[in-house]
């Protein structure tokens, strides 16, 4: 099908960030040039570059066939977000022939007529165009359309601010193989019927390493109907950027694609570029300051219909293991060697999220402006939640690719995401799981969900116990055996909720009755329901139709959790009890004074709070509307018979 188809922050943060961006990102190097990225990267992005559409090259998929498309339907595809009153959208583009002019306008339908309301250049390098608007009336739905020329136009819907929705609809999706080049129509189509509020696509978009802007365009292609009318977060991920694996060490240059050494393989203008095509759309940096090598970030917060997601970069900032930790296995990066000690890789000076996006996520926690529920969405997951990896024969005891290293990095990540009573959504492991994580004990953590792959053709993993026995204190009447408390193989606390194994064999057949082999790929969604302050975690495999009426998930799924089961710490007493009066719905902060530890920040909806606490001290409670800024009452120890309630002064 796809195939025929082709055939036939702030305004000053964001001046801030325009001015730091590298001159690649403005366009001042052409595409047609030989090779853009300097000399000895010819082969990066050569099917848009260049005299492209005399090229043939080697793959799959015929690129010059399907990016040499009729010139009105150069405009391949839009990606947009807005928060408060600025809509950021990024148009994206089929590249253009010598001559033909790098402008582009976006319109906006208003009284039934289109109005253009800006015009941008497109930048040759990732063929992308970009706008920022202020003043946007988030209230409003409002069609819109980019154009190119007299006659290339993509339209779509601007949706508004779904407030005064009850539940928000996340789809979650992630590593979309390149061994599948069709259409994900089976997919889009149950989405479309699912319309979800926001779609979250966590990484791995692109497995084309050199060759980005052609496989985001087909990705564009078999994903616009449904990211054309509604927010879209999209991150990128190693394969995005080039690599078979990424510890970004804060931007150094990385001896080779494999990764364990650390830092960025190819230039830093290609990774500038593919950041810049599925992230500029993004709400603007909370911090823009480059990395080494002026690499961006886009670390942010997104708000919509009140629930605030922070979108955090696993990897740039992580440490590689090669050369800083013994190795174990046939990798840098792997383990199997099952007597060593968890403690000798996790080594002083390692980073995870790295400082800044720690600051980042501690300041995001104890904000709850027009806030209800909080969610941290990034590439991977904070475990290492796989036991059999790209075959059946392939157990491996650690893999240092995810987010359980190093373990310190880890627990003080997950700390911030309790602090914020979070969950946490993600992607790349090719296994959909639930696991809620242990920091300092079983269940005192976060819940996460990883999706399942969207394509598992080649690389299937697999959740499968060595002595296939189910954990301690097992999922109650789970169809599943292999539930409960497990240690990780770096020794980190997860209880397993529910996993989505493939069948042993990866292709793809009928079985005798009829039916398709599992590979357990397909997507997520995820239902924030304000109300109930809940959240439904949901897995549908990607053989789903739900034209014919098919409702079946993955066995374990749908999970309903609620809001304060992310934080499953054992109080020892309780403070005494907070009265609000006229303060509706408030923010309450708890700070243990002897540390100047923040236990948590969250808003109550109650007329009333007895803050849970877990050590004796000495304690300071803030409370406020929509921050903690409001009152302050400090020395407050933990509650005794004769307490007396705490009442907040009738304003």
Same mark, same amino acid.
């Given at each position: ?31 047609? %040039?030989?090779?853009?990225?300097? %000399? ?12 492209? #559409? ?14 040499n498309v009729p010139r ?15 809509l950021k959208l990024s ?22 007529? #289109? ?28 069609r819109y359309r980019v ?129 810049? !095509? ?225 069948? %042993? ?32 975690? %949901? !897995? ?112």
């Amino acid at each position: 099908m796809l195939t025929t188809l082709r055939k036939g922050l702030t305004s000053t943060l964001s001046a801030i960030y325009c001015l730091l961006l590298p001159v690649a990102h403005q366009g001042f190097i052409s595409a047609n %040039e030989t090779s853009p990225f300097g %000399e000895g990267w010819e082969q990066l992005d050569s099917a848009v570059t260049g005299n492209w #559409w005399e090229k043939e090259l080697e793959d799959r998929f015929a690129w010059t066939e399907f990016i040499n498309v009729p010139r009105d339907e150069v405009v391949a595809f839009a990606l947009y977000t807005h928060q408060g009153d600025i809509l950021k959208l990024s148009a994206q583009f089929y590249p253009l022939m010598p001559g033909e002019k790098r402008e582009a306008r976006l319109e906006v339908q208003r009284k039934g007529k #289109w109005v253009e309301i800006a015009e941008e250049p497109i930048i040759e390098v990732g063929w992308s165009a970009h706008f920022r608007i202020e003043e946007w009336d988030s209230k409003r739905n409002a069609r819109y359309r980019v154009r190119h020329g007299e006659n290339a136009v993509f339209e779509g819907l601007i949706r508004r601010n779904p407030i005064k929705k009850k539940e928000i609809v996340v789809a979650s999706l992630s590593c979309n193989a390149r061994h599948d080049r069709g259409d994900r129509d089976s997919i889009v189509r149950n989405l479309q019927k699912q319309d979800p509020d926001l779609v979250f696509f966590a990484g791995d978009q692109s497995y084309d390493h050199a060759q980005h802007t052609a496989a985001w365009l087909l990705w564009g292609e078999q994903f616009k109907e449904i990211i054309r009318d509604r927010p879209v977060v999209t991150i990128p991920d190693d394969h995005d950027i080039g690599q078979a694996n990424l510890w970004g060490e804060g931007g150094i240059k990385a001896p080779n694609p494999q990764g364990p050494d650390g830092g960025y393989y190819y230039p830093p203008e290609y990774v500038n570029m593919v950041q810049r !095509c599925q992230t500029w759309h993004l709400p603007d940096p909370f911090d823009p300051a480059p990395i080494k090598r002026d690499i961006s970030v886009y670390y942010t917060a997104l708000n919509v219909g009140g629930i605030d997601f922070a979108i955090i970069e696993d990897r740039k900032f992580k440490s590689g293991p090669a050369g800083k930790i013994p190795q174990m296995g046939p990798r840098p990066d792997h383990i199997n060697d099952p007597s060593y000690d968890r403690l000798a890789v996790d080594l002083p000076g390692l980073k995870l999220l790295g400082d800044r996006q720690l600051h980042f996520l501690r300041e995001w926690g104890q904000d709850w402006t027009n806030t209800e529920m909080k969610a941290v969405l990034s590439q991977t997951n904070f475990c290492g939640a796989v036991h059999l990896h790209g075959k059946m024969e392939g157990r491996l005891l650690a893999d240092l690719d995810c987010n359980g290293w190093p373990q310190t990095g880890r627990n003080k990540a997950l700390r911030e995401i309790r602090r914020a009573n979070a969950v946490h959504l993600a992607g790349d492991q090719h296994l959909a799981v639930v696991v809620q994580h242990g920091i300092d004990a079983y269940r005192d953590g976060p819940y996460s969900f990883v999706n399942p792959a969207i394509v598992n053709e080649v690389y299937g993993r697999w959740w499968w116990p060595e002595d296939e026995q189910a954990g301690a204190n097992p999922i109650p009447n789970s169809p599943l055996s292999w539930t409960g408390d497990y240690e990780d193989g770096l020794g980190n606390k997860i209880t397993m909720h529910a996993y989505a194994n493939p069948e %042993e064999n990866l292709v793809r057949g009928r079985l005798p009755d009829g039916g398709i082999k599992n590979k357990a790929d397909g997507y997520g969604l995820i239902r924030f329901n304000k109300p109930n302050q809940t959240i439904t975690f %949901e !897995c549908w495999p990607r053989i789903a139709d739900l034209r014919k009426g098919d409702s079946e998930q993955y066995p374990g799924w749908p999970i309903t959790i609620t809001a304060k089961d992310g934080d499953g710490r054992t109080a020892l007493g309780y403070l005494p009890e907070v009265i609000f009066k006229k303060l509706k719905n408030p923010v309450v902060q708890v700070i243990a004074e002897k540390s100047g530890d923040i236990l948590y920040t969250r808003r109550i909806y109650a007329k009333s709070f007895e803050a849970p606490v877990y050590s004796e001290d000495n304690y300071t409670i803030k409370v406020g509307q929509d921050k903690p800024d409001r009152f302050k009452f400090t020395n407050v120890r933990i509650a005794k018979e004769d307490s007396k309630p705490i009442s907040l002064p009738h304003m």
